[in-house]
């Protein structure tokens, strides 16, 4: 992936989007159903334009600022920013699940991040440990608390200055990156960094647009996890940490109840927590 030199949104904006594009999209929507969403998209949008009287200047600036996004690779970024989490929840809704609660992919998973084993330290580097450092431990079960034998715990993190590796330049290409193999009762315990409340990248268009109605660009600190086994639904979710700021106002509005962690400091000075998954089995 093409990366300019010195971290910033412009990088792992178009970094995001050269990720996305490699990917193949499709989604097999009628065209009833893709005229009865976008009537909706529409009249929704006009119900806005109406309520708001919104002029001329206002839809001049909204059609730059729609070029400049598009211009600067800030799609990928400004959607799962502001729009995934709808969709995250409607389809965790729409299949009845019970078990660990999903939360947006945001742009910067990289699959087949390198295998490790079930106890295990995330790839880091020394400046990396100028952060506190996570011993994450749990298991993976099924909805009965049977542990799942060998599931894969994939977790992807930013470090301390805020950047993930394969987004922004100068980082080792999986650092803070892999793919957890649980042991045969489902168990893992994995060495990280304690993360710390993140920016999105925003000095972008992404970012004129948080200034434009005085909001912040800040995420709680946050793990990415993706778990999955073969005989199970696999969830995208986050976990996040009781002490931290912007629980209450996520930019990316990505935060739930249940995947808050409280860690407890140990007598070594590293931090511990305890968090077990439970995998819905796959929807028909
Ligand atoms: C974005 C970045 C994240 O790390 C995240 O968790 C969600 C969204 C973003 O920049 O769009
Ligand atoms: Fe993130």
């Given at each position: 992936?093409?990366?300019?030199?010195?971290?910033?949104?412009?990088?792992?904006?178009?970094?995001?989007?050269?990720?996305?594009?490699?990917?193949?999209?499709?989604?097999?929507?009628?065209?009833?159903?893709?005229?009865?969403?976008?009537?909706?998209?529409?009249?929704?949008?006009?119900?806005?334009?109406?309520?708001?009287?919104?002029?001329?200047?206002?839809?001049?600036?909204?059609?730059?600022?729609?070029?400049?996004?598009?211009?600067?690779?800030?799609?990928?970024?400004?959607?799962?920013?502001?729009?995934?989490?709808?969709?995250?929840?409607?389809?965790?809704?729409?299949?009845?699940?019970?078990?660990?609660?999903?939360?947006?992919?945001?742009?910067?998973?990289?699959?087949e991040a390198p295998k490790l084993p079930s106890?295990t330290?995330?790839?880091?580097?020394?400046?990396?440990?100028?952060?506190?450092?996570?011993?994450?431990?749990?298991?993976?079960?099924?909805?009965?608390?049977?542990?799942?034998?060998g599931?894969h715990v994939e977790?992807?993190?930013?470090?301390?200055?805020?950047?993930?590796?394969?987004?922004?330049?100068?980082?080792?290409?999986w650092?803070?990156r892999g793919t957890i193999v649980a042991?045969?009762?489902?168990?893992?315990?994995?060495?990280?960094?304690?993360?710390?409340?993140?920016?999105?990248?925003?000095?972008?268009?992404?970012?004129?647009?948080?200034?434009?109605?005085?909001?912040?660009?800040?995420?709680?600190?946050?793990?990415?996890?993706?778990?999955?086994?073969?005989?199970?639904?696999?969830?995208?979710?986050?976990?996040?940490?009781?002490?931290?700021?912007?629980?209450?106002?996520?930019?990316?509005?990505?935060?739930?109840?249940?995947?808050?962690?409280?860690?407890?400091?140990?007598?070594?000075?590293?931090?511990?927590?305890?968090?077990?998954?439970?995998?819905?089995?796959?929807?028909?």
């Amino acid at each position: 992936m093409e990366v300019d030199d010195k971290p910033s949104a412009k990088g792992s904006g178009s970094a995001a989007t050269d990720k996305f594009k490699s990917e193949r999209v499709s989604a097999d929507t009628s065209k009833e159903r893709a005229s009865a969403v976008y009537q909706d998209l529409l009249s929704a949008v006009g119900e806005v334009v109406k309520k708001h009287e919104v002029t001329y200047d206002e839809y001049d600036v909204v059609k730059q600022w729609v070029i400049d996004v598009g211009e600067g690779g800030e799609w990928p970024l400004w959607l799962d920013v502001f729009i995934e989490h709808y969709v995250e929840e409607v389809n965790y809704n729409r299949h009845g699940f019970s078990g660990t609660k999903g939360s947006i992919e945001g742009p910067y998973y990289v699959p087949e991040a390198p295998k490790l084993p079930s106890v295990t330290k995330m790839p880091m580097r020394e400046k990396d440990l100028s952060a506190k450092q996570l011993v994450f431990s749990g298991q993976v079960t099924d909805l009965e608390g049977k542990g799942l034998s060998g599931a894969h715990v994939e977790m992807w993190s930013n470090d301390a200055e805020g950047y993930y590796s394969q987004f922004a330049p100068g980082i080792p290409e999986w650092n803070l990156r892999g793919t957890i193999v649980a042991d045969d009762n489902g168990g893992f315990s994995i060495t990280t960094l304690l993360p710390v409340p993140y920016r999105i990248p925003h000095d972008g268009p992404t970012g004129a647009f948080i200034e434009s109605y005085g909001g912040h660009p800040w995420r709680p600190a946050h793990l990415h996890l993706l778990v999955s086994h073969p005989q199970h639904n696999g969830i995208i979710t986050q976990l996040y940490f009781n002490e931290g700021e912007y629980l209450g106002n996520d930019v990316a509005s990505a935060v739930k109840p249940e995947l808050v962690l409280d860690p407890k400091e140990g007598d070594d000075g590293l931090q511990y927590v305890t968090y077990n998954f439970s995998l819905d089995p796959k929807p028909e």
